[in-house]
Structure formats: C-alpha cells, structure tokens
C-alpha cells in the first residue's frame, strides 16, 4: 500500500511538473543597529510552516521539512536543513547543531568565500563536503567595492542597477552551467538517499545557492510553486536585522558613504528567481525537464525523494 501511494505520488509529482554573500569584512564592520525591515520583498513574516534554528552565529538556519505537497502529503522534518555559513558559530551553537543529529553538511562557498569568512565551525565527528556553486566573481567584486572605500567606485560598481543585474546572471548559471547543475544534482541524490542521514546545505548568506536548492527541492517534492517562494523570500524576514547592522556598521566606519548600495545583494527577490526559472523554461520547457534533463535525475531519484521526505 505504501509503495502504491509512492509511485502515485510521483507520478502525480511528474504530471503537475510537467505542466507547471556578505564576506566577512563587512560583517567585521557591523554595530548594532535599529533594523527597518528590508525593502523589496513581499513576504512580511514567516509563514507558518517555517521551523528557524536560533543561532548566535547564523540567522539562517531552518528546517526545509513542514510543508503540504500537491500529493495531500506534507515534507518531514528533521531531515534536510539550509542555512548561511557556520563559521561563525559560538560553542553553544556547535551544541545546538549537534542536536539536530546531522551526518553530513555540504558547502556550495567558492574558495575565496572560505578564504575571507574561514571553514565551518561543526559539531565533532561532522567533516564538511565542499561542493562550490560559482557566483560568477559576485564576491570577489563585492569585496572589492568595499575595501576601496570610495564611492565613486562603489557607484560605478554597484549603482544605477548594475547590483540587480548582476544577481539576476548569478541566478541564470544555477541554471546554464553544467558544473552548477552537477553540484545541485548531487546534493539532491544523496538527500533522495535512503541510507543518508540528516543533511544540511549552505553558502554564504543562506539565500541564493541555498535559496535556488531549496526551491528545486520543495518542488521535486511536489510543494506548491507559491510555497517554495515564499520559503525563498523569508531570508529576507530572517536577514534584514542583521543586514540592516552590516550596513549601518559600513557607514559608521567610513568604508561606504551609500551602504544602500549593498541591499540589491542582501536581498532576495522574485525577479531573481524568475531570472532562472524563465532560462530554466527555455532551455528545458518545464521544471520536469530541468529535473531530468538538466539535473539528470530519473523517475526512481525522484521517487526515493517523495519516499523518504513525504510522509
């Protein structure tokens, strides 16, 4: 009976498919602040559903489990867990860490991420598996832009709508690089894997690289495409304090006389998302196809998935 209600699902899955970075020295400039709410973004609070891991050192952290899939399902918790990187992470975040029983942690940071922000602090016996998702030199131009201290050349860079564009060709190459896609597909095998035991994945802030495996995640698990948006822009309701910190830390120091400059890159936005879902359609024809043909994942990884997630 369970193993009819599986491939049901799964092919209900299939058929509703086919239709259907801060671096760390801006962090090191942060004071606390008052924090407005961050701007451009239309998810207010979290919905429901969201389960968020207090953490000292990460304000990311969330269980990707609870919510009701097309099949009358609902994702399990304590399974699968994104967040922003764990390098920061005090003694009793370790702790808190430990507890979710985690067995493996995957790190989709580029190696100048790791350079400038350091390696994950992890509970003993958990080694990280270092998978990098590019970010088309985001980083690198970020830090850049910061350490020049002039905001000529800070306008220049990140001005005028050039931040936004950026984070939209970020966004197409979760999609157009093969590198990309082989480095998602794999993290979604060994979650789909029945012997894999609680597994957690990052980048930098939690909410690209992590935001876009989130989001092919829920929806392979047949979660309403309106649900795994709004699992996408809540980084915005779990970041804007600590965003809005950064930034204030930035202008209080001197290192940048326009920090606002920085939110199209603290930010998550639908635009973003549909920059890869809109190349996504057009080089696949459907999110199925992105599954299958871009990803390389057949109808057994997808049906190991709702087996081991859906209860």
């Known amino acids: 009976m369970r193993r009819a209600r599986i491939r049901l699902a799964t092919a ?43 953490l000292q050192g990460a304000v990311n952290l969330r269980d990707v489990g609870g919510y009701a899939t097309y099949t009358g399902g609902r994702v399990r918790q304590g399974l699968v867990y994104r967040s922003d990187a764990l390098s920061k992470l005090t003694a009793a975040d370790i702790t808190t860490v430990a507890g979710l029983g985690l067995t493996k942690a995957v790190d989709f940071r580029i190696p100048t991420e790791l350079q400038y922000d350091g390696a994950d602090k992890l509970p003993p016996g958990l080694t990280v598996t270092s998978r990098p998702v590019s970010d088309l030199g985001l980083y690198a131009t970020l830090v850049a832009a910061i350490s020049s201290g002039d905001p000529v050349k800070q306008e220049q860079m990140l001005g005028g709508g050039r931040a936004e564009a950026y984070m939209r060709d970020v966004y197409r190459t979760f999609v157009t690089s093969a590198e990309n896609r082989a480095r998602f597909a794999a993290t979604l095998r060994e979650i789909a894997d029945g012997d894999q035991g609680p597994l957690l994945y990052h980048c930098t802030s939690g909410k690209d690289r992590t935001g876009w495996m989130s989001y092919v995640l829920l929806r392979a698990l047949a979660v309403p495409k309106e649900t795994a948006e709004s699992d996408y822009l809540a980084s915005n309701t779990f970041r804007a304090a600590y965003d809005a910190q950064v930034r204030a830390g930035l202008k209080q120091s001197g290192r940048m006389q326009n920090p606002d400059l920085l939110i199209p890159l603290q930010e998550v936005r639908q635009d973003y998302l549909d920059a890869a879902t809109t190349r996504m359609e057009a080089d696949y024809g459907s999110f199925y196809g992105y599954l299958t043909d871009g990803l390389g994942l057949d109808l057994r990884t997808l049906s190991k998935l709702q087996d081991k997630l859906v209860r």
């Open 12 to 54: 209900a899955t299939a058929a509703a498919l086919v239709v259907a970075a801060l671096p760390a020295t801006a962090y090191a400039a942060a004071a606390p602040a008052a924090a407005p709410g961050a701007r451009h973004h239309r998810l207010q609070s979290p919905a429901p559903a969201i389960r968020q891991i207090p």
